[in-house]
């Protein structure tokens, strides 16, 4: 499968702990989204990646949320000091910038949900 | 800043009938991207269908079409001869021309019944 994959797919911690989330996209895409989805509502985009670059930030990506892709190839989201708030789905995606047109569709990984405690 | 209306949370129909999940959005940019997306139970994301906004004829595939009215600013999804794999949240999406991130309205739930 070529998909987008994201580990791990279910994360349980403690309040006050660090977790880091993975993503890895589909190999030719050189865009990378990271979202997040709480219970009966969108998904809310926090950040996104060309190459390595991350160009874009949410405000909803506090202090306490960082996210990397090294190389331009796999993705993670560390949030550190984790609050009850935090307890989300968080989504993956990416696309293949060819311009106008189908360089737009993004392609969605089946997320990790955390819950904090 | 853009915003994304799904004013229906749940709907339900009958196999093999006709459903229309309405979106409606803000945007004062002409140029920009609307997007359905379907969200099976505990499965990713699907695209179902686009439309550019540049373009005037209303984008279909399949049983899935769209009814496009942009001065209205409305962008509802109809899917005909509904089948029980449609069950899912349904995401109505925009995008900007010139970024790449979608603003997503809250969903709207479909049950195709037996």
Not at chain 2, 32 to 37: D, E, Q
Request: aromatic share 12%.
């Amino acid at each position: 499968d070529t998909g987008v994959s994201q580990n791990p797919r279910h994360k349980i911690t403690k309040r006050g702990q660090n977790v880091t989330f993975r993503c890895d996209p589909i190999s030719e895409h050189n865009r990378l989204y990271w979202y997040r989805q709480t219970l009966g509502q969108g998904p809310e985009f926090l950040t996104y990646f060309q190459n390595e670059a991350q160009l874009e930030k949410s405000r909803l990506l506090s202090d306490r949320f960082s996210a990397e892709r090294p190389k331009g190839s796999f993705s993670t989201l560390e949030i550190q000091r984790t609050e009850q708030g935090d307890s989300a789905m968080y989504l993956c995606a990416s696309s293949l910038n060819s311009g106008r047109g189908r360089g737009n569709e993004q392609f969605f990984g089946p997320g990790t949900r955390l819950t904090v405690l | 800043a853009q915003t994304v209306t799904q004013s229906q949370p749940e709907m339900s129909v009958q196999e093999a009938e006709t459903v229309t999940l309405s979106c409606t959005y803000d945007t004062s940019e002409n140029n920009y991207y609307l997007f359905w997306y379907k969200q099976p139970p505990s499965r990713q994301m699907i695209l179902v269908i686009r439309q550019e906004a540049y373009k005037q004829q209303n984008a279909t595939e399949n049983r899935f079409s769209v009814n496009f009215q942009k001065a209205a600013k409305s962008f509802s999804l109809k899917i005909s001869d509904s089948q029980l794999g449609d069950t899912a949240m349904y995401f109505c999406a925009f995008m900007k021309e010139g970024t790449y991130k979608y603003i997503f309205g809250t969903g709207t739930r479909l049950k195709v019944l037996a």
